[in-house]
């Protein structure tokens, strides 16, 4: 799939080829396409992490920016859920990880996560798991959440840059 970038985060699908009308008259005659990026967008799927449980996908890769979906503690192997908060958050990290070695990427790469925890008092266990896997300390945001997909304690997702 191929697509616009026109700022930060907008990317516009492209069907036909080349730049839409309203692009060129952003431009303005002769300018150089400084606002509108042509980017190759690539859907990142692998076995070694859960198969999307409805309509969306593991990842894509828009340019240099791998966007996961969230990665919940399910085993890709047999679709078990590990017991507990620690076991949980590995699980979730090695998920994210199998993504990112999907696109060739690592942890290193990433440079946000967000992850979602259903209980906030599980905060400084999930911590010590997950500094294990994001050592570079990528930006994140954590927030408390009411449930999570099958019942589980946390969830992560993250954005990884590509060299």
Do not use: H
């Not at 400084?34 to 894509?60: D, L, R, V």
């Amino acid at each position: 799939m191929r697509g616009l970038l026109c700022g930060p985060y907008d990317i516009i699908p492209l069907e036909t080829g080349g730049l839409p009308p309203e692009a060129e008259d952003l431009r303005g005659p002769g300018a150089a396409a400084t606002a509108w990026e042509e980017i190759q967008m690539k859907k990142i799927e692998t076995t070694k992490a859960p198969a999307a449980i409805g309509p969306y996908s593991q990842a894509w890769l828009s340019g240099k920016l791998l966007f996961t979906s969230g990665q919940i503690p399910v085993d890709p192997a047999d679709g078990s859920v590990p017991e507990g908060i620690a076991a949980q958050a590995e699980q979730s990290c090695r998920n994210v990880g199998a993504i990112l070695a999907e696109a060739g990427l690592s942890f290193e790469n990433v440079v946000k996560t967000t992850c979602f925890l259903a209980d906030m008092g599980d905060f400084a266990v999930f911590n010590g798991v997950y500094e294990k896997f994001f050592v570079s300390k990528p930006a994140r945001s954590c927030v408390a959440v009411k449930t999570l997909p099958k019942g589980v304690l946390c969830e992560i997702e993250a954005i990884a840059e590509a060299e």
